[in-house]
């Protein structure tokens, strides 16, 4: 999630159970503690373009590492705001350690991959079911905590988190509507799903991505839920063989161990990009949720030496154009 969605959650945490007055302090202390654990975007290099999807959202946010995180937090705030207003240090790491606490798990709602379970697993736990920017969940969070801060009363914080519960709930029972509209409509085509993942599009629960995958392909459509449902049949796209697209690529390679990273980062929802034979993309993002696109991913290259690094890439859609088709999907007819 974005970090004023990670920082107003952690916020809201502590000062709901919180029984001190001062929560506009209890709020900070859980707002930058809820925002620390993405520290981790600076772990990064520049001859290795992928070891920053290593780590993000690695150890920081694992559960085992919560109290430790909580700890790192206090350390810092009790000297920077902690004793200055009178909480002892337990208090401090208390309030940041539950703040702390909400950042692992409200980035496991989206479908970025979270290693929740590390280091006893290195499975990008993704349960899909809020977008990584979502107004309807931020804002009200947002201002129930201000209002918390200002009013010192913490039934506000309350009100915050059972809307977090309850929006966060409502996304794991769209998620497993949509899943079923994805099985029917690859049902119509006489096709037989390996597997399917449904994910909502950018900024809301009404539109969502369907990927479905067959023995040989990946079909991507998207659905609008409400009153007016609606699908939009979208596009497919061959899975990837190595061995027919990089014949020249050495088993023992550096480009073929990225690969091979590339693809447990993206749950092996890869492909060749068609507009250019040298990339395997990542199709679980795109402009819109109809299309395979492939926002970012990797490039290849014959003229590598044997140790050298992949290329990362990444696209920029155009965000005017982008909203004026995503309006039209969600409203239109």
Not at 153 to 182: C, D, F, M, P, Q
Not at 231 to 242: D, S, Y
Request: proline share 5%; charged share 20%.
């Amino acid at each position: 999630m974005d970090p004023l969605t990670q920082g107003a959650l952690g916020a809201s945490l502590p000062q709901a159970l919180s029984s001190k007055k001062t929560l506009w302090l209890i709020g900070l202390l859980g707002f930058l503690s809820g925002m620390a654990p993405d520290l981790d975007v600076f772990v990064r290099s520049e001859k290795d373009p992928l070891l920053f999807l290593e780590y993000h959202r690695q150890f920081t946010h694992s559960l085992i590492f919560i109290p430790f995180g909580g700890l790192f937090c206090a350390t810092i705030f009790y000297w920077l705001i902690g004793k200055k207003n009178q909480l002892t240090f337990k208090e401090t790491w208390i309030y940041c350690t539950l703040g702390y606490a909400t950042h692992g798990l409200l980035d496991t709602c989206t479908s970025y991959g979270t290693l929740l379970f590390w280091p006893f697993s290195n499975e990008r736990v993704a349960w899909n079911n809020i977008s990584i920017i979502d107004p309807l969940f931020t804002i009200p969070i947002l201002g129930l905590i201000v209002a918390a801060a200002k009013t010192s009363k913490r039934k506000y914080s309350a009100i915050a988190v059972i809307w977090a519960i309850s929006y966060l709930s409502l996304g794991i029972y769209l998620n497993s509507t949509v899943e079923k509209i994805g099985k029917k409509i690859a049902k119509d085509r006489g096709h037989k799903i390996v597997r399917i993942s449904t994910k909502p599009s950018f900024g809301n629960l009404i539109l969502w991505k369907i990927i479905y995958e067959t023995n040989d392909k990946f079909y991507i459509d998207a659905v609008r839920l409400g009153f007016q449902q609606k699908i939009f049949p979208g596009e497919n796209i061959n899975k990837i063989n190595l061995n027919k697209s990089f014949p020249w690529l050495k088993e023992n390679s550096q480009q073929a161990k990225d690969v091979k990273r590339f693809k447990w980062f993206s749950n092996n929802y890869i492909a060749i990009n068609p507009f250019n034979k040298n990339q395997i993309i990542d199709i679980r993002y795109s402009q819109f949720p109809n299309e395979i696109g492939g926002l970012w991913g990797i490039e290849l290259s014959k003229e590598k030496s044997e140790s050298d690094h992949i290329k990362w890439y990444s696209t920029k859609p155009n965000p005017t154009y982008t909203w004026n088709i995503m309006k039209s999907m969600i409203f239109e007819d």
